[in-house]
């Protein structure tokens, strides 16, 4: 008996359909960053495992897909994993290449990434990420920018969405002011889940980590302050008063939030005092975006991260970056139905095919429909037209290009708009103008 095929859980097939909406969502990503200066690379889809452990904290650690050694001399080789995200690999070529590169370097990276966590809706085991990231800068000029690429791909996109805004700093002065400093980790990766699990959860993980009620109900108010930005600012100026760290946190916070008011960003931003975003690495501004039309998790999120090449011999290098979520954002467009028209079709024009002499005018008419970078389709057999209808309709293509005996002699060609119905036909020469 055949065994029936499968793929692993986690993972999916991308058909002809997906791919074209997928390469809508990379394209548009791409052009942007493009737009901003910032310059593609490319890193293997293993590491050495040593490059990954320990950088994602201890819950990231044990979602790491490790890879078995084989081949000669396996047993003396480096273990090796898949990696978990784009940033600790870029840090890893940063250090590796530093000498190639001008500082600041702005980078952009579209590449699968690994997680071994549970699948579930909105969650994979295989999916993209669109990192982009500027190293070598600390001036908060550059997390404007990625509210404003974040602003920029989703207005192109026509997805709604709030950006949500924290920093790292802030969370480490409340981890002060609470009198528990070394717990800034545990606190971190708590109230990360808070829109998973609900405050009351969080107040439970915090005190299974062994913070006191005084502590936690110092956290707590944080949590749920409502307001501007300028009154959270202001009440957490109150709050953080004898927080260095959190005060350095806050004033970044008001600078960043003045340059976006300048900006003319047309998302709404929000200051959200519960977002920690749970990677270890991060240490200033962090950013998380959701959707507003559609139930799915953060579809965008990154951070400052100001000694992630420490580990790898160059300190002093701050980075910040932020990773689209492809397929949560392809989830969001399909949930909203709001790709393009033409975003899914595989051509914009099917030419029929009506025997042989058609056929071969056709082939000039297309040929020339491409030089002007119209994506068309001639069908390859003589066939009845209601199955080159069919077969156009399938395909999503929205054109149908009739050639007759009649439109080959004329120089003519009989245009069909499958949507609509209308129909007309013009000389060849103004094909091209009709279809764009």
């Known amino acids: 008996?055949?065994?029936?095929?499968?793929?692993?859980?986690?993972?999916?097939?991308?058909?002809p359909v997906e791919m074209t909406g997928r390469n809508y969502i990379f394209n548009t990503v791409k052009g942007v960053f493009r737009k901003f200066g910032y310059q593609c690379i490319e890193t293997p889809s293993m590491e050495n495992l040593s490059t990954l452990l320990g950088k994602y904290?201890?819950?990231?650690?044990?979602?790491?897909?490790?890879?078995?050694?084989?081949?000669?001399?396996?047993?003396?080789?480096p273990e090796k994993g898949l990696r978990y995200d784009l940033t600790v690999p870029f840090a890893r070529y940063v250090v590796q290449h530093q000498n190639e590169i001008s500082f600041p370097f702005k980078r952009y990276q579209?590449?699968?990434?690994?997680?071994?966590?549970?699948?579930?809706?909105?969650?994979?085991?295989?999916?993209?990420?669109?990192?982009?990231?500027?190293?070598?800068?600390?001036?908060?000029?550059?997390?404007?920018?990625?509210?404003?690429?974040?602003?920029?791909?989703?207005g192109q996109m026509g997805i709604r969405v709030c950006i949500k805004i924290n920093n790292r700093k802030i969370l480490a002065g409340l981890a002060e002011v609470s009198g528990q400093p070394d717990k800034l980790v545990d606190i971190t990766v708590a109230i990360d889940k808070i829109d998973k699990i609900g405050l009351d959860a969080v107040k439970q993980e915090l005190f299974e980590k062994g913070l006191s009620e005084e502590a936690v109900a110092v956290i707590e108010p944080v949590l749920t302050l409502s307001g501007t930005t300028e009154e959270k600012i202001a009440r957490m100026k109150e709050l953080l008063s004898a927080s260095e760290t959190g005060m350095k946190g806050?004033?970044?916070?008001?600078?960043?939030?003045?340059?976006?008011?300048?900006?003319?960003?047309?998302?709404?931003?929000?200051?959200d005092l519960s977002l920690a975003r749970g990677l270890n690495y991060y240490?200033?501004?962090?950013?998380?975006?959701?959707?507003?039309?559609?139930?799915?998790?953060?579809?965008?999120?990154?951070?400052?991260?100001?000694?992630?090449?420490?580990?790898?011999?160059?300190?002093?290098?701050?980075?910040?970056?932020?990773?689209f979520g492809a397929d949560r954002i392809y989830d969001v467009l399909a949930g909203l139905d709001l790709f393009p028209g033409n975003a899914t079709a595989s051509a914009t024009v099917l030419f029929t095919n009506m025997g042989e002499k058609e056929a071969a005018y056709a082939i000039s008419v297309a040929a020339a429909l491409r030089a002007s970078g119209i994506?068309?389709?001639?069908?390859?057999?003589?066939?009845?037209?209601?199955?080159?209808?069919?077969?156009?309709?399938?395909?999503?293509?929205?054109?149908?290009?009739?050639?007759g005996d009649r439109e080959a002699a004329e120089g003519n060609v009989t245009i069909k708009n499958l949507a609509s119905g209308e129909q007309k036909t013009v000389a060849r020469e103004e094909l091209a103008s009709l279809l764009t």
Request: hydrophobic share 40%; aromatic share 10%; charged share 25%.
């Open 1 to 15: 008996m055949a065994q029936k095929p499968s793929i692993p859980k986690g993972t999916r097939d991308f058909g």
């Open 57 to 77: 904290g201890e819950e990231g650690d044990k979602l790491l897909f490790r890879i078995q050694n084989s081949g000669e001399k396996a047993s003396l080789a």
């Open 110 to 154: 579209i590449q699968p990434v690994w997680r071994a966590d549970r699948p579930q809706k909105g969650r994979y085991r295989e999916f993209y990420q669109c990192d982009v990231d500027v190293i070598g800068s600390k001036s908060l000029l550059n997390e404007l920018e990625l509210v404003q690429i974040v602003d920029d791909v989703f």
């Open 250 to 271: 806050l004033e970044e916070v008001s600078t960043l939030f003045s340059l976006i008011a300048g900006a003319g960003i047309t998302q709404p931003v929000e200051l």
């Open 283 to 323: 240490t200033g501004a962090i950013f998380e975006v959701k959707a507003l039309d559609f139930a799915i998790g953060s579809i965008c999120g990154g951070g400052r991260y100001d000694d992630l090449t420490g580990i790898f011999g160059l300190p002093g290098m701050s980075g910040v970056g932020i990773s």
């Open 375 to 403: 994506p068309c389709e001639i069908y390859p057999d003589q066939a009845k037209l209601k199955k080159q209808f069919e077969y156009a309709d399938r395909k999503g293509i929205p054109y149908l290009a009739i050639v």
